[in-house]
């Protein structure tokens, strides 16, 4: 089988510990005759790499040798340099991740293992750096990078019931789960949905301050302190953004749940009425 591996001049602009670290897994995965191909996604193959990028790097393995590969993945790494940590991705709902801290210098370093066959579906663009025969190329060109959108009805399915829970920690002066629970809805819904608007991957609150700018400072305002006020404030705007984005986002198929957006916020007014009762 012939092997190809792009031409360095091919790469985007990187930092010196990412360029290392590149040529090093170019020397050393070829040698498995287990894999088929190694590809970059991420900000590499967006041509937007830093000092402070993460490497993304998808490796294709036979499909025979998937079970034997997935055993190995930490000798794997450890072949790659200087490894000082790493560990699966269940915690993100991916245990074919392997994600790694190298260094020195630091570089984080994740590592995606998947049979080739599945190499297709992914969410983002995939520039291969090295393949066997061709077929990482072949395979990537049966589908197009897919990133989900965000599911509206889904969303207001849920959100007001989140408020209601909300405005309930607020009031049994649970403010760390509260705080948490704003930055689920920051992540899970305002995020998405503003990056949608603006033609973005809506990965998240991911680069939303260069992504999506005009949504900054509504964003800013969902942001609370440990403080019962400051976390209803925050409820408010979390409320009052996720208003203005839903009727932005809104087909006609979408289904209101107006009646629990009433009670919940009828709620609210009463826990921040019985709040401000007891300061006074």
């Known amino acids: 089988m012939s092997a190809d591996r792009i031409a360095r001049s091919a790469w985007p602009p990187l930092p010196a510990p990412h360029a290392a670290f590149l040529e090093r897994a170019l020397v050393a995965l070829p040698r498995d005759t287990r894999l088929a191909g190694v590809a970059a996604a991420g900000s590499f193959a967006r041509a937007v ?8 790097l998808v490796i294709a393995v036979e499909a025979p040798h998937l079970d034997d590969v997935m055993r190995d993945r930490g000798a794997i790494a450890g072949a790659l340099g200087p490894l000082l940590a790493a560990f699966t991705g269940e915690h993100v709902g991916a245990p074919h991740l392997l994600i790694c ?11 995606k293992f998947i049979a080739l066959s599945d190499a297709a579906q992914r969410v983002d663009e995939n520039v291969v750096l090295w393949e066997r025969d061709g077929r990482l190329s072949a395979t990537l060109a049966t589908a197009n990078a897919s990133y989900p959108t965000p599911d509206l ?3 207001e399915d849920r959100i007001w019931t989140w408020v209601h829970y909300l ?8 403010l760390f789960e509260t705080l948490d629970g704003l930055g689920y809805v920051r992540a899970r819904v305002l995020g998405p949905l ?8 809506p990965n998240g609150v991911r680069r939303i301050e260069s992504a999506a700018p005009g949504y900054v400072d509504a964003m800013r305002a969902t942001v ?7 976390c209803t404030r925050a409820l408010r705007a979390t409320v009052v953004l996720y208003r203005e984005l839903r009727e932005r986002s809104a087909g006609a198929a979408l289904t209101r749940r107006s009646e629990a957006e009433a009670e919940s916020m ?7 009425a019985r709040s401000a009762g007891r300061l006074r």
Request: net charge negative; aromatic share 6%.
């Open 49 to 56: 790499v830093d000092e402070h990028s993460d490497l993304d």
């Open 101 to 111: 801290l190298y260094g020195p210098p630091l570089l984080h370093v994740d590592l």
């Open 153 to 155: 009805q889904w969303i």
């Open 167 to 174: 405005a309930g920690k607020i009031a049994r002066g649970e």
């Open 194 to 201: 503003a990056l949608h608007q603006e033609g973005a991957q």
């Open 224 to 230: 609370a302190a440990h403080d019962a006020a400051s």
């Open 266 to 272: 009828l709620f609210l007014d009463q826990v921040d």
